[in-house]
């Protein structure tokens, strides 16, 4: 849990160095929505693909030493929980960025070069 933490504040903080060159295209475009879907596409989607990856990981190599002798067994709770998860710190980091970065546009002024 703590590494998926870490990975969400390392791509926010990304993401929102990223925003500050993404802010002119809000007096291009006048739309505000522009910063949500990119936060999705670059902030949402990798982080539940890489949990997802994880979660199937998990699942990969607890095979060899579930079953058998000793009596393991996979947890899908566990998956499912971590999947959630993952799902959830994927929105919240969209819609931290979405919104952080709407903020860097409204305080966006063009200036010369």
Do not use: N
């Not at 902030?43 to 693909?49: G, W």
């Not at 990981?57 to 996979?74: D, E, F, K, M, T």
């Not at 952080?100 to 409204?106: C, W």
């Amino acid at each position: 849990m703590y590494i998926a933490v870490a990975m969400v504040f390392s791509s926010l903080a990304e993401f929102l160095r990223f925003a500050r060159t993404l802010a002119p295209v809000t007096a291009l475009t006048g739309r505000r929505r522009v910063f949500r879907t990119t936060a999705a596409w670059s902030l949402s989607l990798p982080i539940a693909v890489a949990g997802t990856a994880g979660v199937g990981a998990y699942v990969v190599l607890a095979q060899p030493i579930s079953g058998g002798p000793q009596g393991a067994q996979l947890s899908m709770s566990l998956c499912g929980e971590l999947l959630m998860l993952t799902l959830a710190l994927a929105t919240a980091a969209a819609a931290a960025a979405g919104l952080a970065a709407a903020g860097e546009a409204r305080r966006w002024r063009p200036r010369a070069d």
